[in-house]
């Protein structure tokens, strides 16, 4: 089977990282247990080195068979290149099947180029929803969810997601790909990164945020009530700062003045995978509007405190380990202070065997020679802890 991963954005590194290492290796659970061909296309979504190249580089994902260089842009003027360009890739490479992941424009452009072309569709981390229409990753998570062919569950909400907008065939429970990853990589990163070194930090001695949500970084005066809460907090603050949040600290006030006016926090330049899982398990807690950082926080056990009103991934807050504050000082401050680190901790993201569930799937579906739309089942399937 020849297989179109598109990608373009950090968390989708992350998140083909893991899958892509058991596509591209021969699979004891397949019949001839041979590796499949994968052609990789890279959008360009985030192209700076420590937003991109370093995670290719650390994760050892293959390089990508295309580079279509779409870089910043609008909204639409990004998805309309996307659009075009991934076409192009699509008729010359003709594959069975394309794989998208997660929210992002590379998502939505992937889904619906291989969609107008008739070419089957798979989504990993379908069925997420913040039901909150004004983030454009929500509306690139329905719009791809609706035109995907399977749809690949992180979670039982998502299954019940999807089924209450109608969606019932071809819906399979999986498990997270992040935290097959995270578990796969957590010594190795121990071993490697030397973050903490560089820094001077000592475990539970200091706190990490991040924030590159358009909700937080194109509003000034959240951008700025997030800035004086986490300046007036007990511990330094480890700040990694994504380009767009550096442009609208900018825009806040000149970046070097930043430095000064907030004197408890350390603003530091993007971080590759490594250097991020090593500071977030050793945070005392995490201050993020990321959905992937919430995550990673969950996986490794480090309290976090989310920086937006509503999230995708509500067990997090449902188990007790995040609490939304929005971009609200005295919230975020109280958070912090208050937050009481639950006893319990379960395995709400399945075992850390996603990706083989998913190639899994992917392998009966070839396997079986049937046309995707309509087949398979009429519900949704879990596959989590079953034997391939």
């Not at 990508?64 to 309309?80: K, R, V």
């Not at 909400?157 to 065939?169: F, P």
């Amino acid at each position: 089977m020849k297989i179109t991963t598109i990608i373009g954005a950090r968390p989708q590194f992350v998140k083909a990282a893991a899958v892509s290492s058991v596509l591209r290796n021969p699979k004891p659970w397949t019949v001839d247990r041979r590796p499949w061909t994968e052609v990789i296309v890279h959008t360009g979504q985030h192209y700076d080195y420590e937003m991109s190249r370093l995670f290719f580089e650390e994760l050892a994902i293959p390089e990508p068979d295309y580079n279509l260089g779409i870089g910043s842009a609008s909204q639409a003027s990004q998805t309309g290149q996307m659009l075009i360009k991934i076409e192009e890739t699509l008729l010359k490479e003709k594959p069975d099947l394309v794989l998208v992941y997660g929210d992002t424009n590379s998502t939505l452009a992937g889904a619906l180029a291989a969609s107008k072309l008739h070419i089957p569709v798979a989504h990993v981390e379908a069925g997420m929803r913040s039901f909150n229409k004004d983030m454009p990753e929500e509306i690139n998570r329905v719009l791809t969810d609706h035109v995907s062919d399977i749809l690949f569950c992180s979670t039982q909400l998502a299954v019940d997601n999807l089924r209450q907008e109608g969606i019932t065939k071809n819906t399979y429970l999986v498990g997270d790909v992040m935290y097959d990853l995270a578990l796969k990589s957590m010594s190795t990163a121990e071993k490697k990164s030397k973050i903490l070194m560089t820094y001077d930090l000592r475990a539970k001695s200091y706190y990490l945020a991040t924030v590159h949500r358009q909700s937080n970084t194109d509003n000034l005066d959240n951008l700025n009530s997030i800035l004086e809460a986490l300046s007036e907090l007990d511990l330094p603050v480890i700040f990694p700062v994504h380009p767009r949040t550096k442009n609208a600290i900018d825009t806040l006030k000149a970046y070097s003045l930043q430095l000064k006016a907030f004197a408890n926090i350390r603003f530091v330049e993007p971080l590759g995978y490594l250097d991020m899982l090593v500071l977030e398990k050793n945070a005392a807690k995490i201050l993020t509007d990321s959905g992937g950082v919430q995550k990673e926080a969950y996986f490794l056990r480090t309290p976090c405190v989310t920086l937006r009103d509503e999230t995708e991934w509500i067990e997090t807050v449902e188990s007790g380990w995040n609490v939304l504050v929005g971009a609200n000082a005295e919230r975020i401050l109280s958070a912090v202070r208050s937050f009481v680190t639950p006893k319990i901790h379960n395995d709400l993201y399945g075992s850390g065997a996603a990706s083989q569930n998913i190639c899994a799937v992917l392998e009966n579906w070839h396997s079986s020679k049937t046309s995707l739309r309509g087949a398979v089942s009429a519900e949704a399937i879990s596959i989590i802890g079953s034997k391939q």
